[in-house]
């Protein structure tokens, strides 16, 4: 299982995971549609499916750009807010793309219908990926625009912390010096944060 990191807009991230037998690929966070189908173009994958962790525009822009010019092309998400949406998920429902698996993690906060994908490729030695959205970044979480520290609480204690130690971390942003910048006024003398910010910047 290949992922690419496509850095798009100020700080975002989509990701394009491609099952390397194949060349079948799915989209994350599919905010930019050109960059996007670029990427599939250079890469000669086919593309499959989108996967939307949440409505917001940096996230989701160019789904409607992209069923327009696949119209067959499904985009998963758990928000009818989710442009171009055609199949809501639901908490740990699995979907099969091939030989890549995704296991749906409700993560309610940032927005009501957050979701993380979770991701596997059955007979591959590669380490899982979370795709975390505005949920998880490194140094931090997103911000609670719709929930509560309750429900984040349980997103990052309950749920994600129970994925495998080896899980790869995909987040929808790049927010690691300014999050570790904040642990460090918080916890000064933490060195683990010392050394993470560090080798961040």
Not at 28 to 47: G, M
Request: aromatic share 8%.
């Amino acid at each position: 299982m290949k992922v690419k990191v496509i850095s798009v807009l100020d700080d975002n991230y989509m990701y394009l995971v491609i099952e390397e037998r194949t060349k079948d690929a799915i989209a994350v966070d599919a905010s930019v549609s050109k960059k996007l189908l670029d990427i599939v173009r250079k890469e000669d994958a086919n593309l499959k499916a989108i996967l939307t962790t949440h409505h917001h525009l940096d996230h989701s822009r160019g789904n409607a750009d992209l069923v327009q010019r696949f119209p067959n092309l499904p985009v998963y998400g758990a928000d009818d807010r989710i442009g171009g949406l055609t199949h809501k998920v639901i908490h740990n429902q699995v979907l099969k793309f091939g030989d890549i698996n995704v296991r749906c993690l409700f993560t309610p906060c940032h927005t009501t219908g957050h979701i993380c994908f979770y991701m596997w490729e059955d007979g591959c030695p590669d380490a899982p990926a979370l795709f975390s959205g505005d949920t998880l970044f490194v140094g931090g979480c997103g911000q609670f625009f719709e929930g509560t520290a309750e429900q984040m609480y349980k997103n990052l204690l309950e749920t994600l912390s129970s994925l495998p130690p080896e899980t790869k971390v995909f987040c929808g942003h790049e927010h690691t010096v300014r999050n570790l910048k904040f642990a460090l006024k918080v916890e000064p003398d933490n060195e683990h944060v010392k050394e993470k910010l560090a080798w961040a910047k």
